[in-house]
Structure formats: structure tokens, C-alpha cells
């Protein structure tokens, strides 16, 4: 078959000003999209780089491909923005990989996802979105647990994710907010901070998806606070350790596998997905966020790690989540 390969590479792009400098975080490198075009060419298909954004709608109309390998993040600051190149491979009719528009647009939008998941009776921490700051200046904090934790709202790779970003008091919390809203032009979500184990949930295929693996984030520095940000994943090798499978008690695995599966189905999620959760001192999974369309760099990537930890290779795992999507449609039985 011939496979068409989107995604947005980093260098493609340039640094404008006022950008944070995290800007470009969800991007992807050359190493990573060399490695899927390989991958699937060792499963005896052919490969066509597809890019994103404009170069994309070019090459797409004439590359005549059966399916599209799909990890392009979408340009611009738009909270919709993963779900561009699915949309226009479902305007002309083209198979591709992942979630669908509707379900990549909801994923990114992290307050509206945890909206949906707590409707279903799935434990995650306490929110707020703040729009304004003048909106902050109207809130009422007196019931709302601290330390907290902001993020923007609608950003992948944890962008706007630091060990600042972890506040013990409303002072702190409106100038961490102020910075953020300057920086990232979006809301900002307030969430309840959950003090205990940093875990991350590897999901592939479909009816019924499968657990691939269960990886806690370790600190090989012992915290109290511990926050697993941006910048310690620019240096895990140095500052965590992953462990998976996940040194938890049985209990606590069968909780995080319902809660995936449960998760899985309200968004309607597709092939391949990564679930974060902070497990309580109680044994309690909360659902933090969900990624459906997860990092796939062959050093680095959460689900890469995840996945060889479970002794399965780049390739396995690329073929697994490729065959899910060509299942789907019916490509192979």
C-alpha cells in the first residue's frame, strides 16, 4: 500500500516574536519522521512525506495515497488545531490514521475533556478556567484546595508546564496566571494539585483497545512536589527514572485499565492514545489529560519507552498502531 506520512516539523517553522519559547514544543524532528518512514517500509509498504500545513494541502491532492500515517499537530494557536489534517483527508475521502477531527479538537481542549470524563464518573482533580484577569480578580478562593497547578488551556508537550507552575496561594496563582495569559493568549486552567505518583497509561487498537503498558515517572532526587514539566522531560535521562510496568498494587492497575478503557470510549479515541494520571497517597487514579496523537520520537517518546520497557521494538509498535487504523477500514482482516 502506499502510505502518506503528515506532521510538522519544527524546522518548517520560524520564531516570531513574542512567542514563548516552548512555542514549538509539540513539533516534531526529522529523526522522528525518518525513523515512522522506515518503520512502515519495513512492513512492505511504500511512503510518501505528506509535511503540514500548505505543503501539506499540495502534496495530499496529487500523492495518491490508500492511508495517511497521521501525527501533525496543526499551525497556529487555534484550540481545533490537531484536527486540520483529519479534516481535510475526511473532505476527500482519504483513510488515515488516529482520531478524528472531533475527538483531536475535544483532547486538546483539556477543561472541555475534563468536563466530559467527569461526567462519566471518572475521578480527576478540581478546576477552574480563568478567561480575564479581571475574572481573577472576582474569584472566590476560599474553597478551592491549594497548591495548584495552571496550565493553558489548549496546549500539547506540556507547553506553559514548569515546576513554577505549581503555586501554594492565590497571590502567587495571579501573577503565575497574568504570565501565562501573556505568553500563551489563551485561558489559562486552574487545577487542584494531587500529590503522589506521576503516572502515564500507553493505549492501542480497537473494540476492545488494549493496556500497552503502565509507566510511573520516578525522580531519582526524592520531592514532595514533584512536577513532571517541561523541563525534566528536555532532561529525563537525568533528573527521572520510568518504571514499567509500573511498581503498583494490583488494584491500583485494575482502577487505571478501567478508568483508560472508560476514557477511550466517552472521546471516542482511535488506535493509539497516552492517559495521564496522578495516583493519591490513597491508592485514588486521578485523570489528568489524555494525548491522541502521543510523541512518537524513537529516544524519547513516552509510548516508545513505555513500549520498549514491554519488550516490543519501534517497528512493533508502529505496525500495531499502523494496523489499527487499516483495520478499521478494513484493509486487513
Not at 503522589?196 to 497509561?201: F, L, S
Not at 510496568?245 to 491500583?252: F, V
Request: proline share 6%; with cysteine; charged share 20%.
Amino acid at each position: 500500500m502506499r502510505i502518506g506520512l503528515s506532521y510538522d516539523l519544527k524546522e518548517d517553522l520560524a520564531m516570531g516574536a513574542g512567542l514563548p519559547e516552548d512555542a514549538f514544543e509539540e513539533y516534531d524532528s526529522l529523526e522522528t519522521v525518518d525513523a515512522l518512514d522506515d518503520a512502515i517500509r519495513a512492513q512492505g509498504h511504500d511512503v510518501v512525506r505528506l509535511g503540514g500545513g500548505r505543503g501539506f494541502l499540495e502534496r495530499v491532492l496529487t500523492a495518491r495515497a490508500d492511508l495517511v500515517f497521521n501525527i501533525a499537530e496543526g499551525r497556529g494557536n487555534y484550540r481545533a488545531r490537531e484536527a486540520q489534517v483529519p479534516s481535510v483527508l475526511e473532505m476527500m475521502d482519504i483513510p488515515y490514521s488516529g482520531s478524528d477531527p472531533l475527538t483531536l479538537a475535544v483532547a486538546l481542549e483539556k477543561p472541555l475533556t475534563k468536563e466530559l470524563v467527569a461526567s462519566a464518573g471518572i475521578t480527576t482533580p478540581r478546576w477552574r478556567v480563568i478567561h480575564s484577569l479581571s475574572e481573577m480578580d472576582n474569584l472566590d478562593w476560599s474553597d478551592f484546595p491549594f497548591p495548584v497547578f495552571a496550565k493553558p488551556a489548549h496546549e500539547g508537550s506540556s507547553k506553559g508546564i514548569y515546576s513554577a507552575s505549581h503555586v501554594a496561594t492565590p497571590a502567587a496563582l495571579w501573577g503565575l496566571v497574568q504570565a501565562q495569559m501573556t505568553s500563551y493568549a489563551q485561558p489559562i486552567m486552574v487545577e487542584e494539585y494531587i500529590a503522589g505518583d506521576e503516572v502515564t497509561v500507553g493505549m492501542v487498537g480497537n473494540d476492545p483497545p488494549q493496556v500497552l503498558g503502565v509507566m510511573r515517572v520516578v525522580p531519582n532526587t526524592p520531592q514532595e512536589d514533584f512536577v513532571y514539566s517541561l523541563e525534566v522531560k528536555r532532561q529525563w535521562r537525568e533528573l527521572v527514572r520510568y518504571e514499567c510496568p509500573a511498581h503498583l498494587t494490583d488494584d491500583i492497575l485494575r482502577h487505571l485499565s478501567e478508568a483508560c478503557m472508560r476514557v477511550y470510549d466517552v472521546l471516542g479515541v482511535r488506535d493509539v492514545a497516552r492517559l495521564d494520571f496522578r495516583v493519591a497517597s490513597d491508592g485514588t487514579p486521578y485523570f489528568l489529560e489524555i494525548n491522541p496523537l502521543p510523541g512518537l520520537n524513537p529516544q524519547s517518546g513516552d509510548i516508545v519507552l513505555m513500549s520498549g520497557m514491554m519488550g516490543m521494538n519501534y517497528h512493533q509498535l508502529i505496525s500495531i498502531i499502523l494496523n489499527a487504523a487499516l483495520r478499521r477500514y478494513g484493509y486487513v482482516p
